[in-house]
């Protein structure tokens, strides 16, 4: 895969060179940049693309009109499968939330009950009890991986990392560090 990068106006050239198909159409896949989420796909013609290098933002052809897909996104990079011919578009949300994400959606419940407490909620009652009880709860969680991996014992590292994931996103919450900021360091020390 070769990597395009958005708003360079040399690689406008480099639209020439891209196989498209007999309708002069390629498929776009649209992910989170950050999470690698796939959120959807369009069609792109040669048109659509190059307004989509040159505005940051995901442009698609719907028959013979080029519309934008989402206003609310910025397109952080292109990357172009030669082999298979498809673009990869990273988007990065300006507003809101758009991947499924299994952290991110349970990160959004959390948020939710810091938001909105509701007085059955555990996480609600957690995050009413402030620093002690949460990080009490991450040392509880942090100790019980350590055990299940000791004992090599699969399901139960799977349900005691769960448990650590969780208890960190309720600090994250109480804390109001969004869970994208992890995401970014996480993406910055892979570079």
């Not at 009490?136 to 139960?156: R, T």
Request: proline share 2%; charged share 25%; net charge negative.
């Amino acid at each position: 895969m070769s990597r395009l990068k958005p708003l360079e106006l040399s690689l406008l050239n480099a639209i020439d060179t891209i196989r498209y198909d007999e309708k002069g159409l390629i498929l776009a896949v649209i992910q989170d940049a950050l999470e690698g989420t796939v959120l959807t796909w369009v069609w792109m013609n040669t048109q659509a693309l190059e307004k989509t290098l040159t505005s940051q933002q995901v442009w698609s052809c719907q028959t013979a009109e080029i519309v934008l897909w989402n206003p609310e996104v910025l397109v952080k990079e292109i990357r172009y499968n030669d082999d298979n011919p498809m673009v990869i578009i990273g988007v990065e949300a300006q507003h809101h939330e758009l991947s499924g994400n299994t952290l991110s959606g349970l990160f959004g419940v959390i948020c939710d009950r810091r938001d909105y407490p509701q007085l059955e909620s555990y996480t609600s009652k957690l995050l009413a009890g402030g620093d002690n009880k949460i990080l009490k709860k991450i040392g509880e969680e942090s100790a019980e991986v350590v055990m299940a991996c000791k004992d090599n014992d699969k399901d139960a590292i799977a349900g005691e990392v769960a448990d650590l994931f969780y208890h960190t996103l309720v600090a994250l919450a109480y804390h109001n560090v969004d869970l994208r900021d992890v995401y970014q360091k996480l993406e910055s020390r892979r570079k």
